[in-house]
């Protein structure tokens, strides 16, 4: 039986003639590279790797409870309806389940999400797609399934590969622009958006910009959209609506003005402009200024207001008194009536300085602990160049690390004679492979693909080499451990030296 072609083009083009010569040639040069360059390419692939999953992925997060965690929606494994108003079942995995676990998978990155508890292995996910990096208690081994699910986890259209509140579907290779992550003082069941991601100009109730796909540049913010320099995070229409009391801050220190959602009328027809309308057609400074003149007309004559108000008018009698002026909260401060409207609401870094804490407004913050203060986000540990998950060689991770970090750390997992062999069998193989490179490597003639076909056909020819260096380690193993009869104490101060 003759053996299958490896190349089926060359051998077809092989009846041309002069054609199979020309192809020969031109596969070759295409092909074809010198052992350094060859090298030097596979470590920057392991660069580039590692750069684009710098982190561990041996462990899931799912033993550590509710964190603020970057999640991805695995779409092959929970495949959403293309009605977004059918019942769905989302779920969410970290980081290590995405690549450990659906690594072969379609996935939606999510970024970060808050107080969630990774759904892999979990009913919410079929049981065909276990949770590799977890035993199951019953049996003590790696992949578990059907387990019950977190019950505080929090759900929006975005585990559906849904974004924005235009709903649409997220391509990261198609994508223009840039799309912002609302803070998310509201979930979907409270009315408010679950931290979803917002194009600027659904932010504004504007047309979505169609930007050109071979345009590197992205397509410029809508008129009365801050610049990004200017904030830190933003609140949504969505949750501002679901926290009401918030809208009194806009303007205020730490917070920008109002970025209106532009709203059709109800009643085309109707030529009176409403406050709301003038308001959403001018810009973030104006209505700022505007406000202040309008609270401005309607004030009460400073005389009048001075008897109404007993603390103003200690402050301008000249009378003394004994009894101490208590200092205004940080709330009676502000504007006694907030924005109308929809609009969202821009930040500053500092604006969490400026929020008042007084046991009322405590209330509001005690539900919303983001507002208190900035949220830390876990990152599993790096995977470093060289070090396995504790940090050392002999019980590294075979899921982090370069190639030969895996195979150094794959024998330190496996018998002991086993390990012995199979490293004097490979070191056979490595010196045979260097003998083979070093005159390419010296002269600086391109390895062909044809001799390294032509090479390794050689090499599989040569069992007895490799068997005598099987042979050479089991008798190198007998000296050095002293026999059979060797005690197990040796033979693990031997193991840990290797």
């Known amino acids: 039986m003759e053996d299958v072609p490896t190349n089926p083009p060359l051998q077809v ?29 596979q470590l920057r692939l392991e ?5 684009a999953l710098p982190y561990s992925f041996d462990n899931c997060t799912r033993p550590l409870g509710a964190l603020r965690q970057s999640l991805f929606s695995c779409i092959t494994c929970n495949p959403p309806p293309n009605d977004t108003t059918a019942p769905y079942i989302p779920a969410g995995v970290c980081y290590s389940c995405s690549i450990s676990c659906h690594g072969e998978h379609e996935l939606v990155e999510l970024f970060t999400k808050r107080d969630f508890v990774c759904d892999c292995g979990t009913t919410r996910l079929p049981s065909t797609s276990p ?29 559906r590969n849904r974004f924005c509140g235009c709903g649409d579907t997220y391509d990261p290779h ?3 622009g840039t799309m ?41 913010f809508p008129p009365g959209f801050p610049d990004e320099d200017d904030f830190e995070t933003f609140i949504c229409y969505k949750c501002l609506d679901a926290n009401p009391w918030i809208k009194r801050y806009a303007g205020t220190p730490g917070f920008l003005p109002p970025v209106y959602l532009e709203e059709k009328q109800s009643n085309p027809s109707e030529n009176i402009t409403t406050e709301k309308e003038e308001l959403t057609s001018e ?25 109404k108000d007993p603390s103003e008018k200690l402050d301008n009698t000249d009378e003394p008194s004994n009894s101490p002026v208590k200092p205004k909260e940080m709330h009676e401060l502000l504007p006694p009536n907030g924005p109308k409207g929809k609009f969202s609401l821009f930040v500053k870094e500092d604006f969490r300085d400026h929020l008042c804490r007084c046991a009322e407004c405590f209330l509001n ?49 496996v018998d002991r004679v086993k390990a012995i062999e199979g490293v004097m069998v490979y070191n056979h193989l490595r010196d045979k492979v260097k003998e083979f490179l070093k005159p390419f490597a010296e002269s600086g003639k391109a390895v062909g693909a044809e001799d390294i076909k032509s090479y390794f056909e050689k090499l599989r020819g040569d069992d007895q080499a490799i068997q005598e260096a099987g ?24 193991q840990n030296g290797m």
């Open 131 to 159: 949770c590799v990096l977890r035993a199951d208690p019953a049996t003590g081994e790696k992949g578990i399934h059907s387990e019950e699910p977190c019950g505080s986890n929090k759900y929006n259209q975005n585990f």
């Open 180 to 220: 912002f992550q609302c803070l998310g003082i509201g979930s979907v069941e409270t009315g408010g958006c679950g931290e979803d991601w917002w194009h600027p100009e659904c932010l504004r109730g504007l047309p979505r910009v169609v930007a050109n796909q071979e345009d590197d540049e992205d397509p410029p």
């Open 13 to 41: 083009a092989a009846a041309n003639g002069e054609t199979t010569i020309k192809r020969r040639e031109s596969f070759v040069s295409q092909d074809s590279q010198t052992a350094s360059d060859f090298i030097n390419e």
């Open 47 to 51: 660069a580039d790797a590692r750069e």
């Open 365 to 413: 913050l005690k539900s919303n602990p983001q507002l208190r203060e900035e949220e830390e986000v876990y990152e599993p540990p790096l995977s470093e160049d060289g070090d396995g998950q504790n940090g050392n060689n002999s019980a590294g991770s075979i899921h982090t690390g370069s190639l030969l970090d895996r195979g150094e750390a794959a024998l330190s997992n």
């Open 471 to 494: 042979g050479k380690a089991s008798a190198s193993r007998n000296e050095d451990d002293g026999g059979a009869d060797n005690n197990d104490g040796d033979s693990r101060r031997e």
């Open 174 to 176: 198609k994508e223009k």
């Open 283 to 307: 810009s973030p400074s104006t209505l700022a200024k505007k406000r202040g003149l309008e609270d401005d007309e309607h004030n009460e004559p400073e005389s009048k207001r001075a008897k």
